[in-house]
């Protein structure tokens, strides 16, 4: 991972219907159907790079990443399944940690805003979430399926020590990568009428 050159001029936009084409079937998986192949380390760096060229107010880079292999996720989802059952956790809630443990990668996207800095807090969560869908775009580009997963283990404050997020820190997205052997079902989007205001 190499510094840019900041005073290289970069190409401007061209017109790229394959883009276009591939943005308009854009469609996570379900995390749970995430089978392998997923990607190389060179295939993760380089989502990592793409991920972190994302829009932020400021140049905080207001982000870190976990990369968490299938180990970690297994010991992981094994002391979630503990703290769940001493928390009277449901056993939909339980059985959640599939979604954790099976894909073959895990990247998990940590916002980390800076408090009382000019640049707001929630401006500084936008651009945490901004990561999380340019890594999902990244993975699609090279040719995987991803999932961007919370559930509850993002927000229980004793779930997300054992990622290693700490205070002022919260968790933006599990971004799951892997395969699927079958397409995924189109999912309803919004009618633009209901949406759209355009003014002159
Ligand atoms: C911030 C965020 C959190 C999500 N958390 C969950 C979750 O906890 N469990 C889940 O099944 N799906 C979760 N999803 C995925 C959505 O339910 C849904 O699968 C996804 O947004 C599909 O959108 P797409 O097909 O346009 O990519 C989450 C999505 C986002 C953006």
Known sequence: MSPSDLSAPLPLPVR?????????????????LLAQPGPSDAEVEQMLLLGARTPDHGKLFPWRFVV????????????????GETQNRTGKEIASLAKLANPPLTILVVS???????????EQQLSAGAV???????????????SWITDWYSYDPAAVALFGV??????????????LTEPSLERPRPNLEHKVTVRP
């Open 16 to 32: 790229s219907d394959e883009l276009l084409s591939r943005l308009a079937i854009r469609r996570s998986a379900s995390a749970q």
């Open 68 to 83: 968490l292999g299938p180990q970690s996720r297994i010991e992981l989802s094994e002391a979630l399944a503990v703290l």
């Open 112 to 122: 980390t805003p800076i408090e009382g800095h000019k640049v707001p807090v929630w």
């Open 132 to 146: 999380c869908m340019n890594l999902e775009h990244a993975a699609n580009a090279l040719g995987y399926s991803a």
């Open 166 to 179: 700490e205070d002022g820190e919260s968790i933006a997205g599990f971004i799951h990568v892997g395969s």
